[in-house]
């Protein structure tokens, strides 16, 4: 079974810093890789999909980005953080030549205070 | 009205006791449709999935999907507090073609 890694595992920046959070995982080829934001008392909110190395959608148009160097490395990134970027950020991946319909599981997140 | 929709609770149940967690979603095209857990600072995991109409077991938990109604429930036979989380419903959309949170119900059980 495949082992999501995620760092740093928390995080406190201040507003107008650069941002990079990253993502890897184990034990699977090819997989889909997804990252998601989930506020204070709000659901998850898709940001970024990735189905191969350097193949981005982007979900929600905002001051972030994101990067799949990698098969099984995908990045986040920001030039110039808000206050609306704080939240749990969780990396998500699907098993390695699956349906994008199939089971997604989640690595252990970054939780993320801009102040 | 929302795509996918959860009573937030916090659904109070006692120890040994049956939780009945309920889901209600708006694409009739969707496909897969998941139930995970999330404990307070932790990231999701898994609890079932289920792809067909009725119901599918595994343990204590017992996933059901109505797909002409458009509902999805947990059932948690002999709730445990270690069971006190959030559940977080998940629905595969078929016209949004990306998969589709919930916010989540909060379960209680009370020892």
């Known amino acids: 079974s495949q082992t999501i890694h995620q760092w740093p595992a928390t995080l406190v920046q201040p507003v107008g810093s650069p941002l990079s959070l990253e993502c890897t995982v184990e034990?699977?080829?090819?997989?889909?890789l997804y990252w998601y934001r989930q506020a204070a008392g709000r659901g998850l909110q898709l940001l970024f999909y990735s189905v191969g190395i350097g193949q981005i959608s982007s979900e929600v148009p905002q001051n972030l980005s994101a990067s799949r160097p990698q098969d099984r490395q995908f990045i986040l990134s920001s030039k110039k953080l808000l206050l609306s970027d704080s939240g749990f950020y969780l990396c998500?991946?699907?098993?390695?030549?699956?349906?994008?319909?199939?089971?997604?599981?989640f690595g252990p997140g970054t939780r993320l205070t801009v102040l | 009205q929302k795509e996918v929709e959860q009573n937030s609770g916090p659904l109070s149940v006692p120890e040994g006791a049956i939780a009945s967690l309920n889901c209600t979603y708006s694409d009739r095209g969707s496909q897969s449709f998941f139930w995970y857990r999330q404990y307070s600072g932790k990231s999701p995991e898994l609890i079932m999935s289920?792809?067909?109409?009725g119901d599918k077991e595994d343990g204590r938990f017992t996933a059901q999907l109505n797909k002409a109604s458009q509902y999805v429930s947990l059932l948690i036979r002999d709730s445990q507090p270690s069971d006190s989380a959030t559940y977080l419903c998940a629905v595969y959309g078929g016209a949004t073609n990306k998969l589709i949170f919930g916010t989540g119900t909060l379960l209680a059980v009370q020892p």
């Open positions: 034990g699977t080829s090819n997989p889909n």
């Open positions: 289920i792809y067909s109409n």
């Open positions: 998500a991946c699907t098993h390695g030549g699956t349906r994008s319909t199939d089971t997604q599981y």
